[in-house]
Nanobody
Framework: QVQLVESGGGVVQAGGSLRVSCATS????????MVWFRQAPGKEREFVAG????????YYADSVKGRFTISRDNTKNTVYLQMNSLKPEDTAVYYC?????????????????WGQGTQVTVSS
């Protein structure tokens, strides 16, 4: 069983930056593919970014490419999402998720473990 706890959300002005973190329990963090999804009010939960077990492969949604960076620290069992040049349309609840083994997938159904989410609000 893996428990995921997000933190670092908040309110930021458009053009600003924010970093959200996802701390995990368990001793097998380095075997998990880690991803970030987000869900805006009235919208489906969508894939944002993913990172492989070793961190050597990352993948981003087109909407955040060049602005967001996903990273992980396997010594701290934590994955991060650095968000720069934020836009009002980035406003959402951000969730981290994990799957054991395999590759980064964009479908939410591929991920068994989810955090409770952290709110990110970008004001215009």
């Amino acid at each position: 069983q893996v428990q995921l706890v997000e933190s670092g959300g908040g309110v930021v002005q458009a053009g600003g930056s924010l970093r959200v973190s996802c701390a995990t329990s368990g001793r097998t963090f380095s075997s998990y593919v880690m991803v970030w999804f987000r869900q805006a009010p009235g919208k489906e939960r969508e894939f944002v970014a993913g990172i492989s077990q070793t961190g050597d492969f990352t993948y981003y949604a087109d909407s955040v490419k060049g602005r967001f960076t996903i990273s992980r620290d396997n010594t701290k069992n934590t994955v991060y999402l650095q968000m720069n040049s934020l836009k009002p349309e980035d406003t959402a609840v951000y969730y981290c998720a994990a799957r054991s083994g395999g590759m980064v997938k964009v479908a939410r159904t591929e991920y068994r473990y989810w955090g409770q989410g952290t709110q990110v609000t970008v004001s215009s």
